[in-house]
Protein backbone atom coordinates (compact mmCIF):
# COMPACT_ATOMS: atom_id res chain seq x y z
CA UNK A 1 0.00 0.00 0.00
CA UNK A 2 1.42 3.00 -0.91
CA UNK A 3 0.94 5.94 1.76
CA UNK A 4 -0.09 9.48 0.59
CA UNK A 5 3.33 11.38 0.60
CA UNK A 6 5.15 8.48 -0.71
CA UNK A 7 2.50 9.40 -3.77
CA UNK A 8 3.01 12.95 -4.03
CA UNK A 9 7.08 12.19 -3.03
CA UNK A 10 7.01 10.26 -6.71
CA UNK A 11 4.45 12.47 -8.63
CA UNK A 12 7.33 14.49 -9.85
CA UNK A 13 9.15 11.27 -11.39
CA UNK A 14 6.18 9.50 -13.10
CA UNK A 15 4.86 12.96 -14.44
CA UNK A 16 8.37 13.02 -16.10
CA UNK A 17 9.61 16.06 -14.62
CA UNK A 18 12.21 14.53 -13.11
CA UNK A 19 14.36 11.35 -13.44
CA UNK A 20 14.36 9.17 -11.02
CA UNK A 21 17.63 7.65 -9.77
CA UNK A 22 19.97 10.29 -11.71
CA UNK A 23 20.20 12.45 -8.21
CA UNK A 24 21.09 9.18 -5.82
CA UNK A 25 23.97 8.99 -3.50
CA UNK A 26 27.53 6.68 -4.35
CA UNK A 27 25.38 3.86 -2.23
CA UNK A 28 22.11 4.01 -3.65
CA UNK A 29 23.90 4.30 -7.02
CA UNK A 30 26.15 1.04 -6.08
CA UNK A 31 23.21 -0.82 -4.80
CA UNK A 32 21.68 -0.66 -7.92
CA UNK A 33 24.00 -1.57 -9.96
CA UNK A 34 24.14 -4.90 -8.44
CA UNK A 35 20.82 -5.21 -8.98
CA UNK A 36 21.22 -4.97 -12.33
CA UNK A 37 24.22 -5.86 -13.30
CA UNK A 38 22.82 -9.14 -15.02
CA UNK A 39 19.69 -8.23 -15.29
CA UNK A 40 19.84 -8.30 -19.30
CA UNK A 41 21.72 -11.71 -19.15
CA UNK A 42 19.62 -13.02 -16.64
CA UNK A 43 16.57 -12.22 -18.98
CA UNK A 44 17.55 -14.53 -20.90
CA UNK A 45 20.26 -13.01 -23.37
CA UNK A 46 23.57 -15.30 -21.97
CA UNK A 47 21.88 -18.23 -24.07
CA UNK A 48 24.39 -17.56 -27.00
CA UNK A 49 22.71 -20.40 -28.74
CA UNK A 50 19.12 -19.18 -28.80
CA UNK A 51 20.07 -15.33 -28.88
CA UNK A 52 19.04 -13.56 -31.62
CA UNK A 53 19.55 -9.73 -31.52
CA UNK A 54 16.23 -8.34 -33.05
CA UNK A 55 16.81 -4.51 -34.01
CA UNK A 56 19.03 -4.41 -36.99
CA UNK A 57 16.40 -2.65 -39.13
CA UNK A 58 15.42 0.21 -36.95
CA UNK A 59 18.74 0.51 -36.12
CA UNK A 60 19.69 1.02 -39.33
CA UNK A 61 17.32 3.36 -40.77
CA UNK A 62 16.76 5.61 -37.65
CA UNK A 63 20.72 5.60 -37.09
CA UNK A 64 23.17 3.78 -39.05
CA UNK A 65 21.89 5.27 -42.03
CA UNK A 66 22.73 8.52 -41.82
CA UNK A 67 26.31 8.08 -40.04
CA UNK A 68 27.87 7.01 -43.85
CA UNK A 69 30.25 9.52 -43.96
CA UNK A 70 31.76 9.49 -40.96
CA UNK A 71 35.28 8.44 -39.64
CA UNK A 72 34.92 4.98 -37.79
CA UNK A 73 38.62 4.13 -36.49
CA UNK A 74 37.46 3.78 -32.78
CA UNK A 75 34.08 2.91 -32.02
CA UNK A 76 32.20 2.35 -28.63
CA UNK A 77 29.70 0.45 -27.40
CA UNK A 78 28.02 1.06 -24.08
CA UNK A 79 26.03 -2.67 -22.96
CA UNK A 80 26.40 -4.06 -26.61
CA UNK A 81 26.41 -7.53 -24.64
CA UNK A 82 27.94 -9.98 -27.63
CA UNK A 83 28.08 -6.90 -30.28
CA UNK A 84 25.72 -7.76 -32.32
CA UNK A 85 24.38 -4.28 -32.62
CA UNK A 86 27.69 -3.01 -34.40
CA UNK A 87 27.83 -5.90 -37.55
CA UNK A 88 26.73 -2.83 -39.64
CA UNK A 89 29.76 -0.99 -39.42
CA UNK A 90 32.06 -3.15 -38.16
CA UNK A 91 33.74 -3.66 -41.90
CA UNK A 92 34.87 0.32 -41.49
CA UNK A 93 35.51 -0.08 -38.27
CA UNK A 94 39.45 -0.39 -36.96
CA UNK A 95 39.06 -1.23 -33.34
CA UNK A 96 35.86 -1.37 -31.18
CA UNK A 97 35.19 -0.97 -27.26
CA UNK A 98 32.18 -2.28 -25.64
CA UNK A 99 31.52 -1.61 -21.74
CA UNK A 100 29.46 -4.30 -20.85
CA UNK A 101 28.72 -5.36 -16.85
CA UNK A 102 28.12 -9.05 -17.40
CA UNK A 103 31.07 -11.30 -17.98
CA UNK A 104 28.43 -13.58 -20.11
CA UNK A 105 29.23 -11.49 -23.35
CA UNK A 106 33.25 -11.21 -23.30
CA UNK A 107 35.05 -11.81 -26.57
CA UNK A 108 38.08 -10.72 -27.94
CA UNK A 109 36.76 -9.70 -31.36
CA UNK A 110 33.82 -8.96 -33.24
CA UNK A 111 33.67 -11.05 -36.58
CA UNK A 112 37.62 -10.16 -37.27
CA UNK A 113 37.53 -6.56 -35.49
CA UNK A 114 39.69 -6.55 -32.58
CA UNK A 115 37.44 -5.70 -29.47
CA UNK A 116 38.34 -4.31 -26.15
CA UNK A 117 35.38 -5.65 -23.33
CA UNK A 118 35.53 -3.38 -20.26
CA UNK A 119 33.35 -3.28 -17.20
CA UNK A 120 31.81 -0.03 -16.00
CA UNK A 121 32.60 2.11 -13.18
CA UNK A 122 30.00 2.53 -10.30
CA UNK A 123 30.55 6.12 -10.70
CA UNK A 124 29.68 6.15 -14.80
CA UNK A 125 32.99 7.94 -15.09
CA UNK A 126 34.54 6.39 -18.18
CA UNK A 127 38.19 5.34 -18.79
CA UNK A 128 38.56 7.10 -21.64
CA UNK A 129 40.30 10.13 -23.09
CA UNK A 130 38.83 12.63 -24.23
CA UNK A 131 37.70 13.05 -28.16
CA UNK A 132 38.75 8.82 -28.42
CA UNK A 133 36.02 7.97 -30.08
CA UNK A 134 34.35 7.96 -33.46
CA UNK A 135 31.04 6.71 -32.57
CA UNK A 136 29.45 5.42 -29.70
CA UNK A 137 26.16 3.58 -29.47
CA UNK A 138 23.62 3.01 -26.42
CA UNK A 139 20.77 0.51 -27.31
CA UNK A 140 18.91 0.40 -24.40
CA UNK A 141 20.91 0.77 -22.26
CA UNK A 142 20.68 4.17 -20.37
CA UNK A 143 17.39 3.37 -19.10
CA UNK A 144 19.42 0.40 -16.83
CA UNK A 145 21.51 3.18 -15.11
CA UNK A 146 20.45 5.29 -12.34
CA UNK A 147 22.56 8.47 -13.17
CA UNK A 148 21.46 9.04 -17.15
CA UNK A 149 22.67 12.54 -17.20
CA UNK A 150 26.50 11.59 -15.83
CA UNK A 151 26.52 9.19 -17.99
CA UNK A 152 26.05 10.81 -20.95
CA UNK A 153 28.04 13.85 -20.17
CA UNK A 154 30.79 11.21 -20.23
CA UNK A 155 29.38 9.80 -23.25
CA UNK A 156 30.28 13.65 -24.96
CA UNK A 157 33.41 13.91 -23.35
CA UNK A 158 34.50 10.85 -25.08
CA UNK A 159 33.43 11.41 -28.22
CA UNK A 160 35.75 13.31 -31.00
CA UNK A 161 34.52 16.84 -32.71
CA UNK A 162 31.88 15.95 -35.30
CA UNK A 163 32.01 12.31 -34.59
CA UNK A 164 28.26 10.67 -33.87
CA UNK A 165 26.38 9.32 -30.34
CA UNK A 166 23.37 7.16 -31.72
CA UNK A 167 20.82 6.52 -29.13
CA UNK A 168 17.66 4.60 -28.80
CA UNK A 169 16.29 4.65 -25.74
CA UNK A 170 12.54 3.88 -23.92
CA UNK A 171 10.81 7.37 -23.23
CA UNK A 172 8.09 5.92 -21.10
CA UNK A 173 8.06 4.95 -17.07
CA UNK A 174 7.71 1.10 -18.21
CA UNK A 175 4.93 0.90 -15.76
CA UNK A 176 5.53 1.41 -11.47
CA UNK A 177 9.30 0.37 -11.09
CA UNK A 178 8.95 0.04 -7.51
CA UNK A 179 6.70 -3.27 -8.24
CA UNK A 180 7.62 -6.08 -9.88
CA UNK A 181 6.86 -6.32 -13.80
CA UNK A 182 7.43 -9.62 -16.16
CA UNK A 183 9.57 -9.29 -18.54
CA UNK A 184 11.86 -6.27 -17.17
CA UNK A 185 14.84 -5.77 -15.03
CA UNK A 186 14.21 -4.49 -11.14
CA UNK A 187 15.10 -0.81 -11.97
CA UNK A 188 14.73 0.08 -15.82
CA UNK A 189 12.66 2.57 -16.38
CA UNK A 190 12.72 5.15 -19.28
CA UNK A 191 13.72 8.78 -19.71
CA UNK A 192 10.71 11.47 -20.09
CA UNK A 193 11.04 13.22 -23.98
CA UNK A 194 11.53 16.13 -22.69
CA UNK A 195 13.65 15.60 -19.90
CA UNK A 196 15.55 13.65 -22.19
CA UNK A 197 16.42 16.47 -25.22
CA UNK A 198 17.74 18.99 -22.08
CA UNK A 199 20.27 16.90 -20.94
CA UNK A 200 21.81 15.73 -24.57
CA UNK A 201 21.78 19.93 -25.07
CA UNK A 202 23.53 19.69 -21.63
CA UNK A 203 26.25 17.72 -22.35
CA UNK A 204 26.81 19.73 -25.22
CA UNK A 205 25.51 17.37 -28.57
CA UNK A 206 23.88 18.65 -30.62
CA UNK A 207 20.08 16.35 -32.05
CA UNK A 208 20.81 15.66 -35.78
CA UNK A 209 17.87 13.75 -36.00
CA UNK A 210 15.03 12.33 -33.62
CA UNK A 211 12.88 9.96 -34.38
CA UNK A 212 9.96 8.29 -32.32
CA UNK A 213 9.27 4.71 -32.31
CA UNK A 214 8.06 1.12 -31.01
CA UNK A 215 4.82 1.64 -31.20
CA UNK A 216 3.64 -1.55 -29.34
CA UNK A 217 -0.19 -2.29 -31.08
CA UNK A 218 1.61 -2.34 -34.32
CA UNK A 219 4.82 -4.56 -32.25
CA UNK A 220 2.47 -7.04 -30.54
CA UNK A 221 0.29 -7.56 -33.64
CA UNK A 222 3.50 -8.79 -36.06
CA UNK A 223 4.83 -10.73 -33.30
CA UNK A 224 1.81 -12.82 -33.39
CA UNK A 225 2.51 -13.59 -37.40
CA UNK A 226 5.80 -14.85 -36.24
CA UNK A 227 7.84 -11.38 -37.03
CA UNK A 228 10.45 -9.74 -35.33
CA UNK A 229 9.17 -6.32 -36.02
CA UNK A 230 12.09 -4.67 -35.49
CA UNK A 231 14.39 -6.37 -38.16
CA UNK A 232 12.05 -6.09 -40.66
CA UNK A 233 12.44 -2.80 -42.43
CA UNK A 234 8.28 -2.50 -43.67
CA UNK A 235 7.27 -2.88 -40.18
CA UNK A 236 9.70 -0.42 -38.96
CA UNK A 237 8.25 2.59 -41.88
CA UNK A 238 5.02 1.27 -40.25
CA UNK A 239 5.83 1.76 -36.96
CA UNK A 240 8.02 5.01 -37.45
CA UNK A 241 4.73 6.58 -39.45
CA UNK A 242 2.20 5.37 -36.53
CA UNK A 243 4.41 7.00 -34.09
CA UNK A 244 4.62 10.24 -35.79
CA UNK A 245 1.09 10.15 -36.10
CA UNK A 246 0.66 9.07 -32.42
CA UNK A 247 2.66 11.22 -30.79
CA UNK A 248 0.72 13.90 -29.75
CA UNK A 249 -0.85 11.19 -27.60
CA UNK A 250 2.46 10.90 -25.74
CA UNK A 251 2.33 10.75 -21.63
CA UNK A 252 5.11 9.07 -19.78
CA UNK A 253 3.40 7.02 -17.25
CA UNK A 254 0.52 5.32 -18.54
CA UNK A 255 -2.50 5.05 -16.09
CA UNK A 256 -5.41 3.49 -18.48
CA UNK A 257 -4.84 1.54 -21.75
CA UNK A 258 -5.49 5.33 -23.68
CA UNK A 259 -2.51 6.60 -22.65
CA UNK A 260 -0.42 3.35 -24.08
CA UNK A 261 -1.42 4.18 -27.25
CA UNK A 262 1.62 6.41 -28.42
CA UNK A 263 5.33 6.07 -29.05
CA UNK A 264 7.54 4.57 -26.14
CA UNK A 265 10.56 5.02 -27.39
CA UNK A 266 13.04 7.39 -29.29
CA UNK A 267 16.03 6.97 -31.41
CA UNK A 268 18.62 9.68 -31.60
CA UNK A 269 21.18 10.81 -34.06
CA UNK A 270 23.63 13.46 -31.99
CA UNK A 271 27.02 15.35 -33.31
CA UNK A 272 29.78 16.72 -31.04
CA UNK A 273 30.56 20.23 -32.14
CA UNK A 274 33.40 20.84 -30.62
Wanted: aromatic share 12%; with cysteine.
Amino acid sequence: MIIPSETNYMDKYFSGEKLYGDDFDLDEIKKWFDDEKEGYADLGAKEKKSYKYSYHALNAICGFDFINECSLNNVLGLGSAYGEELKPILNRAKHVTIVEPSESFVSKELFGVPCNYIPPNITGDMPFKDNQFDLITSFGVLHHIPNVSHVVTEMARCLSPGGRILIREPITSMGDWRNKRYGLTKHERGVSDNLFDKLIRRAGLEIDRKSYCMFPPLSVFIKKVGVLPYNSKIVVYMDLLLSRLLCFNYKYHAKNNIDKIRPTSVFYVLRKIN
